[in-house]
């Protein structure tokens, strides 16, 4: 049976992994530091193992750790995994910005989940997953592991670690929250110009899952999308949108957004992110 050594077990996005590996097919060994992370793991009737202990036996290394952690992390474990294993991370950005360690005989495999959107009515997601350096074995391990970690899963899609970027953070991330922030901020505003905010929040969360939804399903097709509202959108674009934006999909845009990541903040950083409009998930 195939061992694998979650770490990060009790944390944010680790217990999660957690509770869809328990019953698995893979004999599990759970990593977790943190006392209210071990307590999370109690309550699923999980017990921790020891990091070093996992690292002897692990023949697959999961990091379920916070981004700006991943390298610190990573410099620890990797030195220590055994021969042959792989290790798998949950984001492409660490990789792509060159922080894990250099080791030819181990395997690197990143795997992201699309998540199952509220507006789309999904009932499994999809994975992209890339592998940095190893086999086309350990790939079919690493997507196998991935599967359950995100399960339910329909479509699995093999990309390189370029366009895993491309995606996220580009796209889904730096695009896409992005239009989050302003959108929210927009909503707070109207509602301080007297709309209630319900009905600022219902109408315009409405609107945008059929504006999101149309241009993801088929971006070439204008769905149910009015004359005068395509008009409209045409003339604001330039408006909302810096000239040159697109930058954040060339190499060199890429691999600062993998710094930022990597780093867990930028020079002039501002808490815009964080709002008072409970945005749909």
């Given amino acids: 049976m195939t061992t694998v050594a979650l770490f990060g077990a009790g944390g944010k996005m680790g217990i999660r992994t957690s509770e869809n590996m328990k019953d698995s097919e893979f004999d599990m060994l759970y990593v977790e530091p943190g006392a209210a992370g071990v307590e999370r793991l109690k309550a699923l009737g999980l017990a921790p193992t020891p990091a070093d202990a996992a690292l002897a036996q692990a023949d697959a290394v999961i990091l379920a750790v916070p981004d700006e952690l991943m390298e610190r992390i990573a410099a620890d474990v990797v030195p220590k995994m055994k021969s042959g294993a792989i290790l798998i991370t949950l984001d492409a950005a660490i990789p792509y910005a060159g922080k894990l360690p250099k080791r030819g005989d181990v395997a690197y495999f990143v795997t992201h989940p699309s998540h199952k959107g509220s507006w789309f009515k999904k009932k499994t997601q999809s994975l992209v997953n890339a592998l940095i350096q190893g086999t086309d074995a350990q790939y079919a391990l690493g997507e196998r592991i991935a599967r359950q970690m995100h399960r339910p899963v329909g479509d699995s899609y093999r990309l390189t670690l370029e366009q895993m970027m491309l995606l996220e953070p580009a796209v889904a991330e730096s695009l896409g929250v992005a239009c989050r922030i302003a959108v929210t901020k927009a909503i707070e505003e109207v509602v301080r110009l007297g709309v209630p905010k319900d009905a600022a929040v219902d109408f315009i969360t409405g609107h ?32 909302v949108f810096r000239e040159g934006w697109e930058k954040i999909l060339t190499p060199a845009g890429l691999r600062e957004q993998a710094k930022v990541i990597a780093a867990g903040t930028y020079e002039g950083r501002k808490e815009l992110a964080r709002t008072t409009i409970d945005m749909p998930q």
């Avoid at 059929?210 to 399903?217: D, H, K, Q, Y």
């Fill in 208 to 239: 945008l899952g059929g504006v999101i939804g149309g241009a993801t399903r088929d971006p070439g097709h204008r769905g149910w999308l009015s004359e005068g509202a395509l008009l409209i959108g045409d003339w604001a674009y330039s408006t």
